[in-house]
């Protein structure tokens, strides 16, 4: 395995709940750091597995190179702060049975875990339920980054109740 690109093991429950304690560690670290932005501390709508390894998810055969993790947070509408995509975040993943990338940097012993974080308009939001609001804002954003997620798969982390559910699929 350590000399494979992709790991190509199921992506279980248990794996995606580990993704969410990494990613909520990372958030609490991200927020002791930055206090400016901790009015957004409050504001967590959702954990999402993107890109390759949500893809793997769910067809089984695409493979994992490695965990990303979108972090999202409702729109801060008090004043001018607002959560901006361009932050990322690496982690080991701590689960060996994915192995490891082997074009990675040393210091990741297992797959790696990179974190984005991002926020969700109310204007998406208003009126409806999270998995609606999330569908929506999949479908109709205009980013660059929504736009190349979109094309693979977002797989639901956190809250429990979209725990493991194919949140959008192209």
């Not at 670290?29 to 501390?41: A, E, L, M, T, V």
């Not at 982690?91 to 490891?100: L, S």
Request: with cysteine; net charge positive.
């Amino acid at each position: 395995m350590a000399n494979e690109e992709r790991s190509y093991k199921k992506i279980e429950s248990q794996h995606l709940l580990k993704l969410k304690e990494i990613a909520l560690t990372d958030q609490n670290n991200f927020f002791k750091h930055y206090p400016d932005y901790i009015i957004f501390k409050d504001k967590l709508y959702a954990v999402l597995l993107v890109q390759g390894a949500s893809k793997h998810y769910v067809d089984g055969i695409t493979g994992i190179k490695d965990f990303d993790i979108l972090v999202l947070y409702k729109e801060n509408t008090s004043n001018n702060k607002c959560i901006c995509y361009r932050r990322m975040k690496s982690y080991d993943c701590g689960m060996p049975n994915f192995g490891r990338y082997p074009k990675d940097r040393k210091k990741y012993s297992n797959r790696r875990v990179d974190i984005r974080m991002g926020e969700i308009g109310s204007d998406v939001t208003r009126g409806n339920d999270l998995k609606t609001s999330l569908k929506n804002y999949f479908k109709e954003g205009k980013t660059k980054s929504i736009k190349k997620w979109r094309k693979k798969a977002v797989i639901g982390i956190y809250p429990k109740e979209i725990l493991g559910e194919i949140i959008f699929s192209s």
